[in-house]
Structure formats: structure tokens, C-alpha cells
Antibody
């Protein structure tokens, strides 16, 4: 059974930093790209970032580019999101999601975690 | 940048059929696959349609997806509506010009 468990969400002040983690199990982690998707309270889904299966390629939404860094450790079956220069508008539930493509980026999110809440507030 | 536009809300009665549209802003929506996700309050999204018209195992055949190139839109159709179908539905694809994922704004389906 595929499981994705996010952690690291807390209340942080504007301008602060935070690192989210996602522990994956139930599939061969290093065969698949992974994504972060966020959802602000009462709002829709927003794609944040993708990292390829080998970590060699990363892509970001304009809203986070230059502030957030996605990474992965395939030896630990883990995905990360380093978030710097946080703003109030970054407040959201952050989901990690598995890409469906085996060895390529399909941009079809076939499994999701339950999310971790990041609140940016003074 | 490529965007997807959905109606904010739709409503229909139990047993009826409803169609939710998802219109692409530019280029051809048929160039990349479209997925549809269902999200109930307090839960993570789950897939109801992937690759334009494929249903994951466990999703009833009351759910179907299609692409209309003439209107540059995708559609999710739910027939035989049940109260349990009441949820938010999101279409999703990606912008191949910049390798970014794209979601529609979401449609709240009310079954009453």
C-alpha cells in the first residue's frame, strides 16, 4: 500500500524558513517523480514543485521560484521542501504527491499524503 | 502561461446527470492529458479520471471524462448522481512550455 506522510508544518513568522518532509513507502521511490501541491484555507489546489525520479530536474511555480527548494533522498525514501523568505500568502496545507510516470514526469498525481499545515503569521 | 478555467459551482438533483467543464486558456488542451480529482471536506484529493478518460480501479462507471478540441475544453460527467458525489472537483494538466503543473480553480458540486 502506497503511503505518503508529510511533516514539518508549523506556525512561522514572515521572512522565516521551514523544511517540510514527506516519508514515502509502499512503492519503489526512486522510480518516480514527486510533487508538492498546496491549498490555502478555503481555496483551490496550487501546484508548487516537481522533482524528477533521480533529482536531476526540478521545476517550480512562479509564486515560489527562488524561495523554495525541492529535494529528495532516495536512500531514505524521502522528499523535502525547503521554504525560505516565507510570506503570509504561503499559508496553506502542503501535500506531497506521487507522479504516476515510471521513470518520466507524467504530471498525474496518483497518490497524495494527508498534508501538513504551514501558517505564516506574526 | 497555460491556465484552466472551471465554473465555480454546479448543482443537480440525485439521479440526474451533471457535466463540469474545464477550458484551456491557450494552445490545445488535447496536447497533454487532463486529470480530474475529487476532494471531500477535510480530505486529500483522489483521482476520478486520469489521462482524459480513464477511470482508476474503484471509481464507478458513473464518472466519465472527455476532451472537446473544438472548444478547447475537457469535461467530467457524472451520471446517476448520489449525495456522496457532493464534493469539490478539480481538473489538472500541465504546461509543457515551462514544465509546470496546472489546476483549474475547482468546481463545488452540490447534490440536492
Amino acid at each position: 500500500e502506497v503511503q505518503l506522510v508529510e511533516s514539518g508544518g508549523v506556525v512561522v513568522q514572515p521572512g522565516g524558513s521551514l523544511r517540510l518532509s514527506c516519508a514515502a513507502s509502499g512503492f519503489t521511490f526512486d522510480d518516480y517523480a514527486m510533487h508538492w501541491v498546496r491549498q490555502a484555507p478555503g481555496k483551490g489546489l496550487e501546484w508548487v514543485s516537481l522533482i524528477s525520479w533521480d533529482g536531476g530536474s526540478t521545476y517550480y511555480a512562479d509564486s515560489v521560484k527562488g524561495r523554495f527548494t525541492i529535494s529528495r533522498d532516495n536512500s531514505k525514501n524521502s522528499l523535502y521542501l525547503q521554504m525560505n523568505s516565507l510570506r503570509a500568502e504561503d499559508t496553506a496545507l502542503y501535500y506531497c504527491a506521487k507522479d504516476n510516470g515510471d521513470g518520466y514526469n507524467s504530471y498525474y498525481f496518483d497518490y497524495w499524503g494527508q498534508g501538513t499545515l504551514v501558517t505564516v503569521s506574526s | 502561461n497555460f491556465m484552466l478555467t472551471q465554473p465555480h459551482s454546479v448543482s443537480e438533483s440525485p439521479g440526474k446527470t451533471v457535466t463540469i467543464s474545464c477550458t484551456g486558456s491557450s494552445g490545445s488542451i488535447a496536447s497533454n492529458y487532463v486529470q480530474w480529482y475529487q476532494q471531500r471536506p477535510g480530505s486529500a484529493p483522489t483521482t476520478v479520471i486520469y489521462e482524459d478518460n480513464q477511470r482508476p480501479s474503484g471509481v464507478p462507471d458513473r464518472f466519465s471524462g472527455s476532451i472537446d478540441s473544438s472548444s478547447n475544453s475537457a469535461s467530467l460527467t457524472i451520471s446517476g448522481l448520489k449525495t456522496e458525489d457532493e464534493a469539490d472537483y478539480y481538473c489538472q494538466s500541465y504546461d509543457s512550455s515551462n514544465q509546470r503543473g496546472v489546476f483549474g480553480g475547482g468546481t463545488k458540486l452540490t447534490v440536492l
